[in-house]
């Protein structure tokens, strides 16, 4: 499977299984910030197989391109529909435990203690100096 830079308008999207893309703003958000970290799938006719939300925030945000993954054998109606149930219910939500988990460690990582930030300074410090040392000796 190899990712593409696929032309967003030649992307056709036909009957769905989802009805509701919920708000997509959160998605949009996510997109300008990090990029589009799962590409979409589409068959060989620019059909889209899977990531209809993915495709709709990247349209509304007025991406022209969008990187998808091309199947390399055309699938028929069974399997994509099969394909699109199967990525949207194989979704497992973090647990609330999990979610505030990850959002302590963010935290502690966005606003390390005082005894973290001096480490750091530290290390900083020593790798200053092994460059410092490395093109010194790198020149001689």
Do not use: C
Not at 76 to 96: G, P, Y
């Amino acid at each position: 499977m190899n990712v593409v830079h696929v032309d967003i308008n030649k992307i056709k999207v036909r009957k769905r299984v989802r009805k509701d893309l919920g708000d997509l703003r959160p998605l949009m958000d996510s997109l300008r910030t990090y990029g589009l970290m799962n590409p979409i799938t589409i068959n060989s006719k620019y059909e889209l197989v899977a990531g209809e939300r993915r495709l709709e925030a990247a349209k509304a945000i007025g991406w022209p391109m969008i990187d998808a993954i091309i199947l390399s054998q055309d699938v028929n109606a069974v399997t994509k529909l099969e394909m699109e149930i199967e990525e949207n219910n194989q979704r497992k939500e973090f647990t609330d435990e999990e979610l505030l988990d990850g959002y302590k460690r963010l935290n502690r990582l966005k606003n390390p203690s005082i005894f973290r930030r001096f480490l750091n300074f530290l290390v900083r410090i020593f790798e200053k100096i092994g460059e410092f040392f490395k093109r010194l000796f790198k020149k001689k």
